[in-house]
């Protein structure tokens, strides 16, 4: 068994950032020794100290599918395009965030809506927008896939825009708070290639995989799992926009939920 996971608004509380709600749950993970793969829209700096936290070393997919990192010994030679960087292995899906500042602007001009990037707001606003506190703030900037943005212009322009994205060769998702631009990538692409690493590391033995999320941008990680996972949003609802075969609901908030659920699971193998 592999179990993905997001985080905001799912294994962590969407207005805390806890993971508290769910220690039972990953404690039964552990003393499995199941995975737990982070797949997140955070960047690289948020996810390291959430993993230490955790403690877990298991591989991580960052900025909605930018990028998977893979630690240690885990799957040696068995992941392809996989390169050596600050002591990972890295294989890269996404676009240089250099490029997807750019042309968030152009996408904006051509389609006549308004626009708000993380790279045009100030350490200050983004703490405000996301909640966090400003030093974890400057980890949320340090992009290199994925320009998180809300929209400031007409309504009635922002289907414009998605058009405008698409001609582009480029993709756009909703996330709990904000749009994010990126490359064609997503994290179902992500979860698939770590999917297959597991099963050969497996060598022929049965795995089951299993998606735990909250919002639209998870949808791609949900097809990609044998068991897709959806965890009430804050107020007790369910993403409206989220509708797979064989979607599963998990009974509770965030962190709540996703303890309900995996205990659930782990009960029943």
Same mark, same amino acid.
């Given at each position: 068994? =592999?179990?993905?996971?997001? $985080?905001?608004?799912?294994? $962590?509380?969407?207005?805390?950032?806890?993971?508290?709600?769910?220690?039972?749950?990953?404690?039964? /993970?552990?003393? %499995?020794?199941?995975?737990?793969?982070?797949?997140?829209?955070? @960047?690289?700096?948020?996810?390291?100290?959430?993993? !230490?936290?955790?403690?877990?070393? &298991?591989?991580?997919?960052?900025?909605?599918?930018?990028? =998977?990192?893979?630690?240690?010994?885990?799957?040696?030679?068995?992941?392809?395009?996989? =390169?050596?960087? &600050?002591?990972?292995?890295?294989?890269?899906?996404?676009?240089?965030?250099?490029?997807?500042?750019?042309?968030?602007?152009?996408?904006?001009?051509?389609?006549?809506? @308004? =626009?708000?990037?993380?790279?045009?707001?100030?350490?200050?606003?983004?703490?405000?927008? *996301?909640?966090?506190?400003?030093?974890?703030?400057?980890?949320?900037?340090?992009?290199?896939?994925?320009?998180?943005?809300?929209?400031?212009?007409?309504?009635? !322009?922002?289907?414009?825009? $998605?058009?405008?994205?698409?001609?582009?060769?480029? %993709?756009? @998702?909703?996330?709990?708070?904000?749009?994010?631009?990126?490359? %064609?990538?997503?994290?179902?692409?992500?979860?698939?290639?770590? *999917?297959?690493?597991?099963? %050969?590391?497996?060598?022929?033995?049965? /795995?089951?995989?299993?998606?735990?999320?909250?919002?639209?941008? &998870?949808?791609?990680?949900?097809?990609?799992?044998?068991?897709?996972?959806?965890?009430?949003?804050?107020?007790?609802?369910? &993403?409206?926009?989220?509708?797979?075969?064989?979607?599963?609901?998990?009974?509770?908030?965030?962190?709540?939920?996703?303890?309900?659920?995996?205990? @659930?699971?782990?009960?029943?193998?």
């Amino acid at each position: 068994m =592999v179990v993905f996971t997001d $985080l905001d608004g799912t294994l $962590l509380d969407a207005a805390t950032y806890s993971f508290d709600a769910a220690a039972e749950a990953l404690a039964a /993970l552990r003393g %499995r020794g199941i995975p737990l793969v982070i797949v997140s829209s955070k @960047t690289r700096a948020e996810i390291e100290p959430i993993q !230490r936290r955790l403690g877990i070393a &298991d591989p991580f997919v960052v900025e909605n599918g930018g990028a =998977v990192f893979i630690q240690g010994e885990c799957f040696a030679g068995l992941v392809p395009r996989a =390169v050596g960087r &600050d002591g990972y292995r890295v294989v890269e899906l996404g676009l240089p965030y250099g490029e997807l500042r750019r042309a968030l602007g152009e996408l904006a001009a051509a389609s006549g809506v @308004t =626009v708000r990037g993380f790279g045009d707001m100030a350490l200050e606003e983004i703490a405000d927008r *996301t909640g966090l506190p400003a030093a974890e703030a400057a980890l949320a900037r340090r992009r290199e896939y994925d320009e998180p943005f809300v929209f400031e212009g007409p309504p009635d !322009r922002r289907e414009a825009f $998605l058009r405008h994205v698409e001609a582009r060769g480029l %993709r756009c @998702t909703r996330g709990g708070r904000f749009h994010h631009l990126t490359g %064609r990538h997503d994290k179902g692409e992500a979860c698939r290639l770590l *999917t297959d690493g597991y099963r %050969r590391a497996a060598a022929g033995a049965g /795995l089951v995989t299993i998606g735990l999320g909250d919002s639209l941008n &998870d949808r791609p990680m949900l097809e990609a799992v044998n068991i897709p996972l959806l965890v009430q949003r804050p107020d007790g609802s369910y &993403d409206p926009e989220l509708r797979l075969p064989h979607l599963r609901y998990a009974q509770g908030v965030g962190p709540a939920g996703w303890n309900q659920a995996v205990l @659930t699971l782990l009960r029943g193998t």
